[in-house]
């Protein structure tokens, strides 16, 4: 479980919640949690200068901008191992082009700019896409939707599937019935294993075991 922090310190005055904590609780989750730090590119370089206490120091693994759609993004950018973006898709193909080497990965299906967002991640491999909370029915459906219908299974087998990272949004829903949701979407069972496990663990760096506790835990 990817555990993100919202940094929003220029629009709000805090963060949500701080680096500190989910570096606290990062080593006490038993390999559960992995920890991405959250980052306000308004502060500009004053933020860029603390990116590598919170990723290296720190042990957090990603970036979280929020707002993603500023210019200051540049400075973290030039320093970011990881980072999740939410804005209109392909206004981010300038930073997606100019930064190979950073994964970028589109929360929420770039929702409702879903066809962008395949755009971006059919064209680009530094792009992923998570399908969490996505606005489009129940939840024992929405997935199902989105990655059968709004996307035709063909695409998302032969085109997309390597570059699928699922995800949950908890406590929004949950992630053992968001994985339960993905049985039947897509159809092909290798394709949902890979969603559901390997593209996130070679991302991340997860083991197989790691994955198969976490799978007891999530979705029995």
Not at 25 to 33: C, D, E, H, M
Request: charged fraction near 20%; proline fraction near 7%; include cysteine.
């Amino acid at each position: 479980m990817v555990l993100p922090v919202s940094d929003c310190t220029t629009r709000a005055s805090c963060k949500l919640p701080s680096n500190e904590i989910i570096s606290w609780l990062v080593p006490r989750s038993g390999g559960g949690f992995l920890g991405f730090a959250g980052v306000d590119p308004n502060l500009g370089e004053r933020e860029a200068s603390e990116l590598e206490r919170d990723v290296r120091g720190l042990g957090l693994r990603g970036l979280r901008p929020s707002p993603s759609n500023t210019v200051s993004m540049l400075s973290a950018f030039s320093y970011a191992t990881g980072c999740e973006l939410t804005k209109y898709n392909l206004a981010l193909e300038k930073w997606v082009a100019e930064f190979p080497k950073l994964t970028f990965i589109l929360a929420h299906f770039g929702w409702p700019w879903v066809w962008e967002a395949v755009t971006l991640a059919m064209k680009y491999p530094n792009v992923r896409l998570d399908p969490s909370n996505i606005y489009t029915g129940t939840l024992d459906k929405r997935l199902k939707y989105l990655l059968t219908e709004t996307v035709p299974c063909r695409v998302m087998e032969k085109l997309l599937a390597e570059r699928m990272l699922f995800g949950s949004n908890h406590p929004a829903h949950g992630a053992g019935e968001d994985s339960q949701g993905c049985r039947g979407a897509p159809p092909d069972p290798e394709v949902r294993s890979v969603m559901l496990f390997e593209n996130a663990a070679a991302l991340l760096g997860i083991s197989r075991c790691l994955h198969l506790n976490l799978l007891g835990r999530v979705a029995p």
